[in-house]
Every structure is written in C-alpha cells, then in structure tokens.
C-alpha cells in the first residue's frame, strides 16, 4: 500500500492562475480530508468527503474548490491563487467504520504551494 | 478564537527524561483527542488517542492524561529518545462514531531530545 499519495510536492504559482493538488488513497477509504497548514500554525480544515459524489466545506474553504468522482481521488482546485495561499497542504484518508478504538486519519506527505 | 491551543511553542528535554507536551481545549463538545507527530517535509502521523469516557491511555512509552473539567490534555513521553524530537500536534473532534471526524489543531511543539 502506497498510503496517501499527493503530487506536486513543491509549485510556484502566479497571482491569478489556478492549479489543481492531486490526491490519491489506496486504501478504500470513504472520508478523505484537505487541510493547510501556514507557518507556527497547526492544520485546517479546508474542506472534506464522506464519499464519492459527497463533499462539504471545513473551516477555511473560501477560494478552493473540491470534487469526489471515486472513493480513490480527492483533488483540491484552487481558481485564482491568491498571495494568502501560500501554504502548506495536506490530504489525509479515513475509513468508515471503527476498526478500533484508535481510530485515526492517514496523512500524505504534503504539497508546498508558493504564490507571488 | 483557538478552540485547540498548545501554549508552549517548544521543549527541550534530555535523553531518558520525561517529556510533558501540554494542550488545552475550549469546545465542552470534544469528545475525541489525539496525538500526530510531524517530521519536517512530512505528513504528520498518528501517535495516540484517547475517547472522553476515559482519563488515560497507554501505548508503550507514551501516555495522554485527559482532565475534562480542566480541559486540558498531555502527552507523556518516557523515557524520551533522540528519534522523538519532531513537532507534536494536538488534535480533537466531536461526534466521533457518527461524524466526519473534523479535526481542529493546536498551534504544535517542537520537542528537541538532547543527548
């Protein structure tokens, strides 16, 4: 198992242009999460999925848009970056059920996103 | 307004000591605690948790002590090992059986392990 995977791992972008964050879990997962992560910061919640075809907003969704077409892809579009974007995000995956009583999200390994 | 906060943006701890990481939370309707570790150009990764029916929970060196009518959870480390400097997140939700289980973050503490 690959985990969460995310691609690009580092993207400069100019005021203005949209770009899309990958994300993609292999583990069967219904929830998947997008989070960012500013400097001295801790993670929020950008927005999330229960599962395919269904999507809600979290903390800070304004300027992102998500789509959920299959249980596996989870990508994160932003239209007109923003200087205020730059950041730090992260793709995490859960499973439905309660497999344990530590139940917990996977995470993947980040994507730096830079705007000027 | 910080509803997860974690005062103390770093700790320094010797090799073999306890290392006491501590959070704090204002939301009565956290019902779910956990712990994430963060390597730098990582994701971070599940430490412990522990459910509010309970006031601890073990797994092997660590510890996370909940007091509810504080509302204040720590993370115990012992004994500490170099492998454990990282930054430490603390992380809650509410309606965790039913829910999306949205996490909210503290701010994070960087733990150096001296040798």
């Known amino acids: 198992n690959a985990g969460v995977t995310q691609t690009p791992k580092f993207r400069i972008l100019k005021i203005g242009q949209s770009m899309t964050l990958q994300c993609t879990q292999d583990?069967?997962?219904?929830?998947m999460y997008w989070y960012r992560q500013d400097p001295g910061m801790g993670l929020k919640l950008i927005y999330y999925?229960?599962?395919?075809?269904?999507?809600d907003k979290g903390e800070v969704p304004n300027g992102y848009n998500v789509s959920r077409s299959t249980t596996e892809d989870f990508p994160l579009r932003l239209e007109l970056a923003a200087p205020s974007q730059t950041s730090v995000y992260f793709c995490?995956?859960?499973?439905?059920?309660?497999?344990?009583?530590?139940?917990?999200?996977?995470f993947g390994p980040g994507t730096r996103l830079l705007v000027l | 307004d910080q509803q997860v906060k974690q005062n103390s943006p770093s700790l320094s701890v010797q090799e073999g000591r306890i290392s006491i990481l501590n959070c704090d939370y204002t939301?009565?309707?956290?019902?779910?605690f956990l712990w994430y570790k963060k390597y730098p150009a990582e994701g971070p990764t599940f430490l412990i948790s522990?459910?509010?029916?309970?006031d601890k929970n073990e797994d092997g060196r660590f510890t996370v002590f909940l007091n509810k009518s504080a509302k204040h959870l720590s993370l115990h480390i012992v004994p500490s090992q170099p492998g454990d400097s990282a930054v430490y997140f603390c992380?809650?939700?509410?309606?965790?059986?039913?829910?999306?289980?949205?996490?909210?973050f503290g701010q994070g503490t960087r733990l150096t392990i001296n040798p």
């Open positions: 939301n009565s309707m956290f019902d779910y």
């Open positions: 995490a995956s859960r499973d439905l059920f309660l497999r344990s009583s530590q139940e917990t999200q996977y």
């Open positions: 999925s229960v599962g395919a075809g269904i999507t």
């Open positions: 522990i459910s509010s029916i309970k």
């Open positions: 992380a809650a939700s509410d309606n965790i059986i039913q829910g999306a289980q949205k996490l909210v």
């Open positions: 583990m069967n997962h219904n929830y």
